[in-house]
């Protein structure tokens, strides 16, 4: 059973950058898909960025350009860099992860079996 923790959340002010964290454990493989997800107030849950374990990512295409997707191997985390931040980026950041093999983790074919608790992102314009 994965078990996943975000933390990085906080709030800050438009044109800022935060980094989001997802450490994993309870696997001893990097699970094969790991991605962040958000919840935006008044919309449903999207993809964010997905990476897999060997190194294929995929981004929501209105994100690209201003967050990237990384990990740090050793340390079993998983990263959102997140720049030029927007009020519209406010919401509840998930990390999840799938154990399947998928090439590239699509964020709507991929079942993410295992979520975190997700951490809170306030953007103030």
């Known amino acids: 059973q994965v078990q996943l923790l975000e933390s990085g959340g906080a709030s800050v002010q438009s044109g800022g950058s935060l980094r989001l964290s997802c450490a994993f454990s309870?696997?001893?493989?990097?699970?094969?898909?790991m991605g962040w997800f958000r919840q935006v107030p008044g919309k449903a849950r999207e993809g964010v960025a997905t990476?897999?374990?060997?190194?294929?990512?995929t981004y929501a295409e209105s994100l690209k350009g201003r967050f990237t997707i990384s990990e740090d191997a050793a340390k079993k985390t998983l990263y959102l860099q997140m720049n030029h931040l927007k009020a519209e980026d406010t919401g509840v950041y998930y990390c999840?992860?799938?154990?399947?093999?998928?090439?590239?983790?699509?964020?709507?074919?991929?079942?993410?079996?295992?979520w975190g608790q997700g951490t809170q992102v306030t953007v103030s314009s």
């Open positions: 309870g696997v001893t493989d990097r699970p094969y898909c």
């Open positions: 999840a992860s799938d154990l399947s093999a998928w090439d590239p983790c699509s964020q709507e074919r991929v079942p993410w079996a295992s």
């Open positions: 990476l897999g374990r060997y190194g294929h990512s």
